[in-house]
Each structure stands twice: as C-alpha cells, then as structure tokens.
T-cell receptor
Framework: AQSVTQLGSHVSVSEGALVLLRCNYS??????LFWYVQYPNQGLQLLLK??????LVKGINGFEAEFKKSETSFHLTKPSAHMSDAAEYFC???????????FGTGTRLKVLA | KAGVTQTPRYLIKTRGQQVTLSCSPI?????VSWYQQTPGQGLQFLFE???????NKGNFPGRFSGRQFSNSRSEMNVSTLELGDSALYLC??????????????FGPGTRLTVL
C-alpha cells in the first residue's frame, strides 16, 4: 500500500531562514503528490501538487517542492521563512484509482522572531 | 466561487447519540470526500462520493455512513457516538473525482466533541 512519511513532527526556524519540510513516499510507480497547509482552526489549503509535468513544482506563498524519484522524496522548501508561515504542513499521496488521499502525520512549523 | 462549506462548525454530543454533518461542495464539483482528523491518528479517509455513489470507503466501522444528494451536497452520519469519535471532520470536493489530476478543496471542518 502506498504511504507517505514526514520526518520531524515539529520544525523550528528563524524568520528569514530556509524552510525544509521532508516527505518521503512509498510507491512502485510515480504517484501524484500534494502539500497542504493547515492554519489553526481551519481546513487544509493546497500549497502545490506534483503531477509528473515537472519535477520542480512551484506553489503559493513562495513554497516549492522537488520530486526526486531516486530518493522517493518530495520535500517542501521556502527560501525565507515568514512569521505567517507558522502552521501545520501535510504531505499527501493519491494512489491511482482509489479516489482518496493518504496523508502523512504532519509537520508543525514554528517560526522564531 | 464560494468555497466548501460545512455545517455546523462545532458540535457537542454525548455518548450513544447520533450526529449528522453537512457539506456543500464548490459549485460544479461532483466529488465529495470526508476525512477524520485526530491528534493520535492524523488525517484518515472516511469515504468518497461521486454522482450520489460511494466509490471508496476507509477503514471505519459501520457506525459511520454518508450519502450524497443530486445537487452534490453530502452528509455524513455517525451513530452510537463514542468518546473516540471526537475529532475534526473535514469535507473536500473536487471537480471530477479523479484524484490523480484533480485537486481536493477542503472546507473548514466540523469540530465534534463527544462527552
């Protein structure tokens, strides 16, 4: 069964520093991958998605992610963290033909002033 | 376009009761999915509906059920509530329900507390 693993349930970065949130997937074929962000007391908002068109995917709010098949990874990055980036981030995979997402356990990002 | 709406936003019930949650998808979207979010189990898929048909179901007991109406609005029902059912229930809609290419758009969720 396909799954995603997010390393680090909590990540802290200083404002202006690089943000790196890790996601590894298990799949025998290149899957469709997504990153979502959840702010307190809100639903999930799509940041970006990989659909095999390009390995480097740019999303909203300055985030991007690179699909690396050899490493089965889809890490999320942002060059310079902003206080407003503090939230919980979820990586998800969409197994073909199942009409559902499988989510990672989430990474809570804290941005320090 | 209005986003996905869920009602009510907050709900408090007692053990043994039943509850119905409602979801209105984005206009034109035909697929609605439901997820349960808890601190211990994270985000777990409940079920997905497309054109009033349930196409996939997660690993939840039969106490959890859902349906979709002809206007694509969806409801989920939980009977005989247990303390462990306390969670944030998220609804998501997508245009055609082809998750490989479609994006799922999430509502704000319904926070259910079971006492």
């Amino acid at each position: 069964a396909q799954s995603v693993t997010q390393l680090g349930s909590h990540v802290s970065v200083s404002e202006g520093a690089l943000v790196l949130l890790r996601c590894n997937y298990s799949s025998s074929v290149p899957p469709y991958l997504f990153w979502y962000v959840q702010y307190p007391n809100q639903g999930l908002q799509l940041l970006l998605k990989y659909t095999s068109a390009a390995t480097l995917v740019k999303g909203i709010n300055g985030f991007e992610a690179e699909f690396k098949k050899s490493e089965t990874s889809f890490h999320l990055t942002k060059p310079s963290a902003h206080m407003s980036d503090a939230a919980e981030y979820f990586c998800a995979v969409s197994p073909s033909g199942t009409y559902k997402y499988i989510f990672g356990t989430g990474t809570r990002l804290k941005v320090l002033a | 376009k209005a986003g996905v709406t869920q009602t009510p936003r907050y709900l408090i019930k007692t053990r043994g009761q039943q509850v119905t949650l409602s979801c209105s998808p984005i206009s034109g979207h035909r697929s609605v999915s439901w997820y349960q979010q808890t601190p211990g189990q994270g985000l777990q898929f409940l079920f997905e509906y497309f054109s009033e048909t349930q196409r996939n179901k997660g690993n939840f007991p039969g106490r959890f059920s859902g349906r979709q109406f002809s206007n694509s609005r969806s409801e989920m029902n939980v009977s005989t509530l247990e303390l462990g059912d306390s969670a944030l229930y998220l609804c998501a809609s997508s245009p055609n329900g082809q998750t490989e290419s479609d994006t799922q758009y999430f509502g704000p969720g319904t926070r259910l507390t079971v006492l």
